[in-house]
């Protein structure tokens, strides 16, 4: 079966972990190229000084660029939970994905086995499994509102959504502190920050903030 074992493609895209940092957050992103052999080109090509530490392929197949223990650069600018440089907090996993279609069964039952010995190697909680999207509102949507979340949050992989809708009134402001509570804190506008969240949690919904936006965010 493909993705048992990562097969070693080392990236020059890397370096240390800043201020001794250790990772306590998994970044999950969509590569957004036609095929694994191109972002695996891509990722490992020192004129474009990016990288992850895994690509998982469509067919499940898994590569290891980057050691766990260094700084891939695979986040760019942004924040979570209060807390910017990203790439020195974190493990990065790219996923072969244009964006536009479902991510596949061997490619997400893969993942599923790499995410609990990435959490277990570095204590890292449910809540702490992210999205680009999640860090970087506005700039990026990766994995993007084809990525099965739900999926993820059933098996204790990610925080899981909040299915109780309720019934209350909800202002921006009460939005913004209960997506601030979960980490959404990078800098956004009313907006961004809604398309951020349901991205995560909500990727089917449309129209102005509602209550159900704030209940996917309430403990």
Known sequence: MKGEQPLWHPSPNFG???????????????????????????????????SSHYL??????????????MRAWHAGAGEWAGQGDIN????????????????S????ACLERLLPEIMARWDIHPEGVIGHSDMAPGRKQD???????????????????NVVHAATAVTPQMF?????RCGFTAEADDATL?????????????????????AVLSD
């Open 16 to 50: 240390p972990r800043r201020e001794g940092l250790r990772p306590h957050l998994v970044v999950l992103h969509y590569t957004a190229m036609e095929s694994a052999e191109a972002a695996l080109q891509r990722l490992c090509d020192p004129t474009f000084e990016v």
């Open 56 to 69: 998982i392929g469509a067919d499940g197949q898994l590569w290891q660029l980057v050691a766990e223990e």
């Open 88 to 103: 020195s907090r974190s493990i990065g996993i790219e996923l072969d994905n244009r964006g536009d279609h479902p991510f």
């Open 105 to 108: 069964e061997p490619q997400m």
């Open 143 to 161: 994995p993007g509102p084809r990525f099965d979340w739900q999926r993820l949050g059933r098996r204790g992989f990610a925080r899981p959504a």
């Open 176 to 180: 913004r502190a209960a997506a601030n």
């Open 194 to 214: 809604l398309t951020a969240v349901r991205l995560r949690y909500r990727p089917w919904a449309r129209g102005p903030l509602c209550a159900a936006d704030l």
